[in-house]
């Protein structure tokens, strides 16, 4: 993969590109640590990934203000609707005016509270056709009302939802409930139109984030 990086305001834009032909472009939200992680478990596919790093994670992917889930923590800042007005308006069109081609589907995805973002974006605007939520912060306070109350701005082609089996196994009562969550989440895209699937891998939140966020991926770049 040809790989270009530059910068957007506060933003690290990472840019891998394997075809010179129309394909999708996936746009996933996630930590610089483990770009190169994920560039290299996909570099056979044919897709341009762009990996956006930089955020405030608490900050910049929570949709509205809300407690901390950790003692040691800070409280959510709900800053989600800024961030992605600059995804949209700035890194979007600064990622594709460095192709050769228009996107043949765009495909946004994230881990943890990245994936909860992702799926927050559907609901802020058009410009993603798919999506990837992996292990996403489902649990966060209010979110399924706010998705029973609000309207999708596209409804998404494919949604891939996956979840480690021991996630909602924690004694902190908020997480507790994500499976729960992801689940009806999924049913709701489902009732929506968009082809879902819900995944189980095997442990807990932290394992394997690299290679869950490919296999959602792959399945999304086949849906």
């Given at each position: ?108 995805g994230g881990y943890s ?18 999506l990837v939520c992996v ?89």
């Amino acid at each position: 993969m040809e790989k270009v990086e530059f910068t957007q305001g506060q933003y690290h834009i990472d840019v891998f590109v394997r075809s010179a032909e129309s394909c999708p472009v996936v746009y996933c939200l996630m930590d610089t640590a483990s770009v190169a992680e994920l560039a290299a478990s996909l570099e056979k596919e044919n897709l341009v990934l762009a990996a956006v790093s930089g955020m405030d994670w608490a900050d910049d992917l929570s949709p509205w203000p809300a407690p901390k889930a950790f003692r040691g923590g800070h409280d959510f800042g709900g800053r989600a609707d800024a961030y992605l007005q600059g995804l949209v308006q700035a890194v979007v069109p600064a990622v594709e005016q460095r192709l050769s081609f228009s996107p043949a589907c765009r495909i946004i995805g994230g881990y943890s509270l990245a994936g909860l973002c992702a799926l927050y974006a559907m609901y802020r605007t058009d410009c993603f056709d798919r999506l990837v939520c992996v292990s996403g912060s489902l649990w966060y306070d209010g979110f399924l009302d706010f998705m029973r109350q609000n309207v999708l701005q596209r409804v998404p082609e494919t949604a891939y939802f996956s979840l480690g089996d021991k996630e909602k196994q924690t004694r902190n009562q908020r997480m507790a409930v994500v499976e729960d969550r992801m689940k009806e989440a999924a049913a709701f895209l489902h009732q929506q139109g968009t082809r879902t699937i819900f995944e189980q891998n095997p442990g807990g939140h932290f394992n394997e984030p690299t290679e869950r966020l490919v296999r959602g991926i792959r399945w999304s770049l086949n849906g």
